[in-house]
């Protein structure tokens, strides 16, 4: 499919003139804002807060600081129904006793490393293994098991809360303090948008991104992701060995499973273990290439959206690859924020980021980051409802 041929058809699965970007109630002028709660205490005692950010429009995120993490999403439907479509805890219990990066900022470096190894000016650097012989999210200890500061929130045209972690040298087997900002905005214009920014005092990797897990349906609803309609720009993808560690291969997507270049319901293909890609992950748990460099500005990555309710998203950022995760390993010992227990198929995950292990493979890109530069990543969700008509 051409270049011209994939933005037509992305553009023809969201025409403007049927999608009303959550007008359901009549104008309003007031201000984006915020709201800050407590959300419990650390067993050192520590507080953790709480900061809702809320538009007014009828969306509302509640971000925490431990784990820098979307605890909540709320949206209204196409019928102008309010539904949380992020899955999580409704209490800090959760997150400390059986965490599993619900909306969580995920780092120093998101993903697999094999083996949980890289080398960098000849030096070989040794992390946590805690995923199958691999490091994963960063490690025992990653970004998202952390109290962030809060440093700042705002409201007016943009409510937003900003955060900050130090992870000091040597941290999780790491080189270089890395001192980390993760802010959350929210717009009028339904944009919530996250922004990571990183610096450090010798050479080291960076790689973070959030672990968003979402249900359009409503995270409590009684049917799952499967039937989200998922689309993604992406010519190729990188399969992975049995261990979930790209092979160093680019495989174009052409008439395999992987191909998301038109809306197609995630749940078609999800256990077409004929493709043994599928196998390894219990569904889809892989990476795909939308460019090969960090841009400048963020760009279309994905569009999502649920065709009974109308929600959807899409999702845009300055990185390179989305992982897209499907909830394969939910097993239903999660009882997350309505009581339900989460299952298999649940719910979505995609991870705007560097490709998985790519500081063992170059050819894949570079996660290096050296003193006097900045880290950067962008991702921005633009929240609709197709079909609702506005009153």
Not at 80 to 106: C, H, I, M, R
Not at 182 to 204: G, K, M, Q, W
Request: with cysteine; aromatic share 8%; hydrophobic share 35%.
């Amino acid at each position: 499919m051409s270049r011209r041929s994939r933005s037509t058809a992305l553009a023809s699965v969201a025409p403007l003139s049927l999608i009303c970007a959550l007008s359901l109630a009549p104008p309003v002028t007031q201000a984006a804002d915020y709201a800050r709660a407590s959300f419990g205490k650390l067993p050192d005692g520590r507080a953790v807060e709480a900061v809702t950010l809320s538009n007014g429009k009828g969306v509302k995120a509640a971000v925490i600081n431990y784990g820098a993490a979307l605890q909540s999403l709320v949206m209204p439907d196409r019928a102008g129904k309010l539904a949380d479509v992020t899955l999580g805890y409704a209490s800090l219990d959760g997150y400390l006793t059986k965490p599993e990066y619900f909306g969580a900022t995920v780092g120093r470096f998101a993903n697999r490393l094999a083996e949980g190894r890289f080398t960098l000016d000849g030096k070989v650097y040794q992390t946590p293994r805690n995923d199958n012989g691999n490091a994963l999210h960063g490690g025992e200890r990653g970004f998202d098991k952390v109290l962030w500061e809060i440093v700042d929130v705002k409201r007016g045209d943009t409510a937003s809360v900003r955060m900050r972690y130090v992870s000091k040298d040597g941290d999780q087997g790491y080189p270089g303090t890395l001192t980390v900002f993760a802010t959350y905005s929210l717009n009028e214009a339904n944009e919530l948008r996250i922004e990571y920014t990183a610096t450090t005092d010798r050479a080291t990797i960076a790689n973070i991104t959030n672990h968003a897990y979402w249900n359009l349906a409503g995270e409590g609803a009684a049917v799952g992701a499967m039937g989200h309609l998922l689309t993604i720009p992406a010519e190729h993808y990188t399969p992975v060995n049995a261990k979930l560690i790209p092979t160093g291969e680019l495989k174009p997507v052409a008439n395999t499973v992987f191909d998301f270049r038109t809306p197609q319901p995630i749940g078609a293909r999800v256990r077409e273990a004929r493709d043994p890609q599928i196998g390894y992950g219990k569904g889809y748990d892989h990476n795909f290439m939308i460019a090969r460099d960090v841009a400048k500005e963020p760009r279309l990555l994905a569009r999502v959206e649920e065709p009974t309710t109308g929600r959807g998203f899409e999702l845009l950022s300055n990185q390179p690859a989305l992982q897209f995760y499907s909830g394969n390993f939910m097993d239903g010992t999660v009882i997350g924020k309505s009581g339900r227990a989460y299952r298999q198929g649940d719910a979505l995950v995609l991870e705007p980021q560097l490709p998985p292990d790519v500081p063992n493979q170059p050819k894949l890109g570079s996660a290096r980051l050296e003193p006097g530069t900045t880290y950067r990543n962008v991702i921005v969700y633009r929240l609709f409802v197709n079909g609702a008509q506005a009153h």
